[in-house]
């Protein structure tokens, strides 16, 4: 079992739409939980970073973490034809130490 | 900042060459990190690096696979001999815990082995 999984999707959505973002992860010593994005051919950027369990917003985005369930969200509000990207989550058990990545869902927002 | 800096950025070669990625960190983070990128096993940590120091190389495939960083500000990783399933996207990261375990990728080394 992988420690952190992650539907690849695709997932197609229209413009304006909310997007639901998950991942499962089995690690019950993670403490710190991502997301970043990923354009094509580019690197991965960080989005968002949560400490244990809670929510977290920024702008159209929404991080959510539930310990108790081991699962991780990520909310997109409004979205965007920019948005289009492979999200990826992550976890990893200090600050500093080794992330974890989900293999990644790949987001397309349609005009 | 330039963010972190790879080089090459694309790659072909044949098998059993000698390949050697290149990577500058930004300056002042202090932990280092390789990852693999395919289509089959998604983002895998190969080796990571505390102060230039290997801390965790457990992820590396193989003997054919070694990293290296002989200062705060270069690392490189190198497989010899190169096989075509090592053909990936090679990413590396580097970080500094006080700014909140935030990561930050360079753009990436394409690499093709044929």
């Known amino acids: 079992q992988k420690e952190v999984e992650q539907d690849p999707g695709p997932l197609s959505v229209p413009e304006g739409a909310i997007v639901s973002l998950n991942c499962t992860y089995s690690?019950?010593?993670?403490?710190?939980f991502m997301w970043y994005r990923q354009y094509s051919r580019k690197g991965p950027e960080l989005l968002m970073y949560t400490y244990s369990s809670g929510n977290k917003e920024d702008g159209r985005f929404t991080a959510q973490v539930d310990k108790s369930s081991k699962y991780i969200s990520l909310f997109i509000r409004d979205s965007q034809p920019s948005d289009s990207a492979t999200y990826l989550c992550?976890?990893?058990?200090?600050?500093?130490?080794?992330?974890?990545f989900g293999e990644g869902t790949q987001l397309t927002v349609n005009p | 900042d330039a963010g972190v800096i790879q080089s090459p950025r694309h790659e072909v070669t044949e098998m059993g060459q000698e390949v050697t990625l290149r990577c500058k960190p930004i300056?002042?983070?202090?932990?280092l990190f390789w990852y693999r990128q395919t289509m089959m096993r998604g983002l895998e940590l190969l080796i990571y690096?505390?102060?230039?120091?290997?801390?965790?190389d457990s992820g590396m495939p193989e003997d054919r696979f070694s990293a290296k960083m002989p200062n705060a500000s270069f690392s490189t990783l190198k497989i010899q001999p190169s096989e075509p399933r090592d053909s990936a996207v090679y990413f590396c990261?580097?970080?500094?815990?006080?700014?909140?375990?935030?990561?930050?990728f360079g753009e990436g080394s394409w690499l093709t082995v044929v």
């Open positions: 300056s002042g983070h202090d932990y």
């Open positions: 690096f505390n102060n230039n120091v290997p801390i965790d």
């Open positions: 990261a580097s970080s500094f815990p006080a700014e909140g375990n935030t990561i930050y």
């Open positions: 690690n019950s010593a993670f403490q710190y």
């Open positions: 992550a976890g990893c058990l200090t600050s500093g130490s080794r992330l974890t």
